[in-house]
């Protein structure tokens, strides 16, 4: 069993930043990957960006060179590192343990405006 608590989402204006977080507790293993989804209404959950134990990451197409994924091993903390948001960003944002995923936390949401 693997518990996730995502934090950070917020309110944010177009162009805008915001850093989500994401601990991990429960049985860890330190060679899982970690990873983010996102899921806006009316759509299914997609594919943010995962990181592996050794730091390798992958992205969406949508997001890349703007997200970044980075991990803190021994806080058991994923972070992801959001700039330059766009309105179509606006979802509900899910960490992810392992991948394919097998534990979800309970999400949070971003809003962009504009």
């Known amino acids: 069993q693997v518990h996730l608590v995502e934090s950070g989402g917020g309110l944010v204006q177009a162009g805008g930043s915001l850093r989500l977080s994401c601990v991990a507790s429960g049985s860890i293993s330190s060679f899982a990957s970690m990873g983010w989804y996102r899921q806006a209404p009316g759509k299914q959950r997609e594919f943010v960006a995962v990181?592996?134990?050794?730091?390798?990451?992958n992205y969406a197409d949508s997001v890349k060179g703007r997200f970044t994924i980075s991990r803190d091993n021994a806080k058991n903390t994923v972070y992801l590192q959001m700039n330059s948001l766009k309105p179509e960003d606006t979802a509900v944002y899910y960490c992810?343990?392992?991948?394919?995923?097998?534990?979800w936390g309970q999400g949070t949401q971003v809003t962009v405006s504009s």
């Open positions: 990181i592996t134990s050794g730091g390798s990451t």
């Open positions: 992810a343990y392992s991948h394919p995923p097998r534990y």
